[in-house]
Each structure stands twice: as structure tokens, then as C-alpha cells.
């Protein structure tokens, strides 16, 4: 069975500083998706990034990066320059059938101060 | 474009009694899937529609229903709730249901069992 891990319950930091998420996932399948979302108190979710497990290079989208070690099966995903506006919890969910069906980690409470 | 809506925002209710959440996806958008989160818990699948046909269902008891119409939008139907039912239900979709494509969720529905 397929098994997500955020081990990382909160993170916290000051503005400016670079926040680093790590999160684990467990499968037999070679090829899969793997998306990371965002969701502020206000509750909904927003899709931050997607990566696939056959590319490993690291990846920059403005302020977020993230890394895939495909001998750990491990996805960091970074937060380069932290913002009070990136308090948040994020999920990583990787994408488990062919339809798109997403396995949510338990997430990672951000917390960035002034 | 309007992003995905949900109807209502919060709800409350009273054990045993029946609700129906609804969902309208993005335009265009051809897939919804329902997800339950309890408080402080990532959220977990319950059902993925695709054209109409139900593609995906999570570990979720019978009391648990759902459908999608011709205009793609969708109802979340539970029975015989339970104060374990006390849950943001979020609805997302997607252009198609493949395991590639972005899922946009919605603002949620808050629902209270008391």
C-alpha cells in the first residue's frame, strides 16, 4: 500500500528566512504525480506545484523549489524568502490512480513571523 | 473565470438527518472528485466523477453518495449522519480525470453534526 509521510507537524520561522518541507512517499510504482498545495486559514486549497518521479532535476517556480531524491523517495519542497502572507499548511498528494485520485499527507503547519 | 463553488458554506445538522452538498467545477472542467477533512487531518478521497460516471470511490460507508450531472456539476449525498461526519467537505475538478491534470478544489462546505 501506498504511504505518505510529512513528518514535519510545524515549521517556524522568521520573515525572510528560507523554510525547507520534506515529505515521503512509499510505493511499488515507478511512475507517478506528485502535487504540493497550499491552504491558509481561510481553508481552501491552492495548487503550488506538481512533479513527476521520473525527473529528478530540481525545479524553481518563483519563490518555491523543490527537490526529488528517488532513493529516499523523498520530495523536499522549499520556500525560498519566507512571507507572512506563506502561513499556511501544506500538503503534499500524490496522485495514486489513473484517474487522479490524490493521497494527502497528514501536512505541514508554516508558521512565518514578522 | 469563476473557479470552483460549493453550496452551502456551513451547515449544521443533527444526527440521523440526510444532506446534500453541491459542487459546481470550473467551466469546462469534465471531473469532480469529493474530499472529507476533519480537523487537523488532511483530506481524504471519497468519490471522483468523470463524464457522468463514477471513476473512483474512497473507504467511505454507503451512507455516502454522490452524482454528477450533464452540466458536470455534482451532489455529495450522506445519510444517517453522524458526529463523525463533522467534516470540511471540499470538492475539486479538473479539465480531465487524468492522474497528470491539475485539480482545483473549491471554497468548501463546513458541515456540523451535532
Known amino acids: 500500500a501506498q504511504k505518505v509521510t510529512q513528518a514535519q507537524t510545524e515549521i517556524s520561522v522568521v520573515e525572510k528566512e528560507d523554510v525547507t518541507l520534506d515529505c515521503v512517499y512509499e510505493?511499488?510504482?515507478?511512475?507517478?504525480?506528485l502535487f504540493w498545495y497550499k491552504q491558509p486559514p481561510s481553508g481552501e486549497l491552492v495548487f503550488l506545484i506538481r512533479?513527476?518521479?521520473?525527473?529528478?532535476q530540481n525545479e524553481i517556480s518563483g519563490r518555491y523549489s523543490w527537490n526529488f531524491q528517488k532513493s529516499t523517495s523523498s520530495f523536499n519542497f522549499t520556500i525560498t524568502a519566507s512571507q507572512v502572507v506563506d502561513s499556511a499548511v501544506y500538503f503534499c498528494?500524490?496522485?495514486?490512480?489513473?484517474?487522479?485520485?490524490?493521497?494527502f499527507g497528514a501536512g505541514t503547519q508554516v508558521v512565518v513571523t514578522p | 473565470d469563476a473557479g470552483v463553488t460549493q453550496s452551502p458554506t456551513h451547515l449544521i445538522k443533527t444526527r440521523g438527518q440526510h444532506v446534500t452538498l453541491r459542487c459546481s467545477p470550473i467551466?469546462?472542467?469534465?471531473?469532480v472528485s469529493w474530499y472529507q477533512q476533519v480537523l487537523g487531518q488532511g483530506p481524504q478521497f471519497i468519490f471522483q466523477y468523470y463524464e457522468k460516471e463514477e471513476r473512483g470511490r474512497g473507504n467511505f460507508p454507503d451512507r455516502f453518495s454522490a452524482r454528477q450531472f450533464p452540466n458536470y456539476s455534482s451532489e455529495l449525498n450522506v445519510n444517517a449522519l453522524l458526529l463523525g461526519d463533522s467534516a470540511l467537505y471540499l470538492c475539486?475538478?479538473?479539465?480531465?480525470?487524468?492522474?497528470?491534470?491539475?485539480?482545483?478544489f473549491g471554497p468548501g462546505t463546513r458541515l456540523t453534526v451535532l
Open positions: 498528494a500524490p496522485v495514486t490512480d489513473s484517474w487522479g485520485k490524490l493521497q
Open positions: 467551466s469546462g472542467h469534465k471531473s
Open positions: 512533479r513527476n518521479s521520473f525527473d529528478e
Open positions: 475539486a475538478s479538473s479539465f480531465l480525470g487524468g492522474g497528470y491534470n491539475e485539480q482545483f
Open positions: 510505493t511499488r510504482d515507478t511512475t507517478y504525480y
